[in-house]
């Protein structure tokens, strides 16, 4: 415990360093800014999410940023609505693409090889972020760290709390060809974001990317909400998060 909150703090100083030297890349004028609608309900059931989010009016926001056009050209449709609560976030994305595929079999399993969509987030105001992967029938896969290496899985009670829809239904299917529209809707509870104790984001600004991918299907894409501005794939980058205010 005593080096994993010395290595914090060093992570810490050396951000700190380069974004005195180098320029807070934070700062980015073209940096997309969400505001994220806070509902007021006690419960709620995840199947019941996109038709809530329509009656409170929610904006969906496309996730079409092809940041490696050259290599990975094909930019399916993609959008997604968030909202939150006072124990929860709500996600809804919808897709429709050439092909679907959902092979991970298994929580923390390789979901990005799937049809997959990604949110990234930095709750904690520290330098550890979480990556909240989901492909299209609702397996998940969920990380936490201060960099791509070394990152640590949620345990699996953690993942238990997380309630998922998936219009596909839960059942792994190897790729299906052909243009096929699907949806998935997650509440995550504050708890997966188990490296802190986080009680409410009401006022908060969190630092967040969403993206698409499918490292195997026959078409393979990187999508993010947020441009991405690196030679090659990589969601792993807080440097190129946008910024979400929680109404």
Known sequence: MKMDYLSRIISGLLIFISLNVHGNPYQDKDMKDLTVKKINIDT??????PA??????IAYQTIANV???????????????????????????????????AVA??????VWEDA?????SMPGGDDIYYNV?????????VGAGATRSNRQHAPQEVLDRVSRWASLG???FEERIGTCSWEVALVIPFSTFFLHDIQSLEGKSVRANFYKCGD?????????WNPIDLPKPDFHCPAFFGLLQFD
């Open 44 to 49: 709620i059931s995840v199947e019941e999410i």
């Open 216 to 224: 195997k299907l026959q078409t393979p894409h990187f999508l993010s």
């Open 133 to 141: 992967e989901c492909n299209c029938t609702g397996t998940l896969l």
């Open 105 to 110: 079999g298994h929580d923390n399993g390789p």
């Open 52 to 57: 809530l989010f329509k009656q409170e009016h």
């Open 170 to 172: 839960k059942d792994d």
């Open 67 to 101: 940041n490696w056009k050259d290599s990975y050209p094909y930019c399916p449709q993609v959008e997604f609505g968030i909202a939150y609560t006072d124990k929860a976030i709500l996600l809804h994305y919808q897709v429709t693409e050439e092909s679907v595929r």
């Open 116 to 120: 997959c969509v990604e949110f990234f």
